[in-house]
């Protein structure tokens, strides 16, 4: 079993920065794409951003230039770092793996969630 932790959140101004990180623990064999999603209340989840085990970045149209994912292989996390945060950005973070268990089972667990309030 895979078990995903996030932390980071909290409540931050306009224009203030946060950081995410999600780290992934259990039977794990490898990890492959590591990515951060969000709900806001009356919404559907979206994609924010995305990273490859090779490396590869994509991120929403909405947050790029703003927030930058990055990941840790050694130690099975994946980070959000958060710039010029706008209000519009306030919603609960959720992160997701996609993964194949020590018993080869591929598997995309997702994470408790982390909220993120923008507010002055």
């Known amino acids: 079993q895979v078990r995903l932790v996030e932390s980071g959140g909290g409540l931050v101004q306009p224009g203030g920065s946060l950081r995410l990180s999600c780290a992934a623990s259990?039977?794990?064999?490898?990890?492959?794409?590591m990515g951060w999603y969000r709900q806001a209340p009356g919404n559907q989840r979206e994609l924010v951003a995305a990273v490859t085990s090779g490396g590869s970045t994509n991120y929403a149209d909405s947050v790029k230039g703003r927030f930058t994912i990055s990941r840790d292989n050694a130690k099975n996390t994946v980070y959000l770092q958060m710039n010029s945060l706008e209000p519009e950005d306030t919603a609960v973070y959720y992160c997701?793996?996609?993964?194949?268990?020590?018993?080869?089972?591929?598997?995309?667990?997702w994470g408790q969630g982390t909220l993120v309030t923008v507010s002055s």
């Open positions: 259990g039977s794990i064999f490898s990890i492959y794409t």
């Open positions: 997701n793996v996609d993964c194949l268990t020590s018993r080869l089972v591929r598997t995309q667990p």
